[in-house]
């Protein structure tokens, strides 16, 4: 999503910051997942990650390039301009090792998405925090919304919750490797950029 200014000052002793960025009319990436998840339909599961999953992560990539990170990654902040992905709402957005573009509460993030990391530390994270929230949306994909519940929050998960059967195929075994790396619980564990899930 094209940003085009953005600012913060005080007013009154009350910090004020603004955001001014491209209208986009459509729905949300939420609007092309399923509620009940995709599961092991190899053909639309890889359909939908070349259409939606591989422009995000070059959208993502440059974010980071430009030394932003993001927090707040997940399919409600990607709105669709027809079939084109973009990642919106950098209202959380954090330039690296600098304070946040708007607010000073900084526990922020939708827990669903959000590494132990940027729970702990208030928002401190680094674009690791953005790769796992990646690996959750992929995650989502094939599991279904029902998996967004208390179990899986702040932990690495797959393509299945248990480690993968030797039964999936070769697709799905690497999937569930890139899932995994991506939504590990140790920061240091974890894939340490999105263009590495590419």
């Known amino acids: 999503l094209q940003v085009f200014d953005f600012d913060k000052d005080e007013h009154g002793g009350l910090p004020l910051s603004y955001l001014v960025m491209e209208y986009i ?4 990436l939420r ?7 995709m599961g092991l339909d190899k053909d639309r599961v890889a359909r939908w990650i070349h259409d939606y999953f591989l422009p995000v992560l070059r959208g993502v990539s440059a974010v980071h390039a430009a030394g932003v990170v993001h927090r707040d990654i997940k399919p409600d902040n990607i709105l669709l301009d027809g079939d084109t992905p973009k990642l919106a709402d950098f209202g959380l957005a954090r330039i690296a090792r ?3 573009l708007t607010g000073t509460f900084d526990l922020i993030g939708t827990v669903y998405y959000m590494p132990n990391e940027q729970f702990m530390t208030g928002g401190q994270v680094d674009a690791r925090a953005d790769v796992y929230a990646l690996g959750k949306i992929l995650f989502e994909l094939i ?3 029902h998996a967004n519940d208390n179990r899986v929050i702040f932990k690495q998960v797959g393509v299945t919750r248990e480690p993968s059967p030797p ?3 070769e697709f799905f075994t690497r999937l569930d490797a890139i899932i995994r790396a991506s939504t590990c619980e ?13």
């Not at 609007?31 to 998840?37: C, K, T, V």
């Not at 140790?186 to 590419?198: D, K, Q």
């Open 25 to 28: 009319p459509g729905p949300t």
């Open 31 to 37: 609007s092309r997942m399923p509620a009940e998840g």
């Open 98 to 100: 600098k304070e946040g």
């Open 143 to 145: 599991n279904g919304r």
């Open 167 to 169: 039964e999936l195929d």
């Open 186 to 198: 140790e920061p240091n564990g974890r894939t340490s950029s999105a263009m590495l899930l590419y």
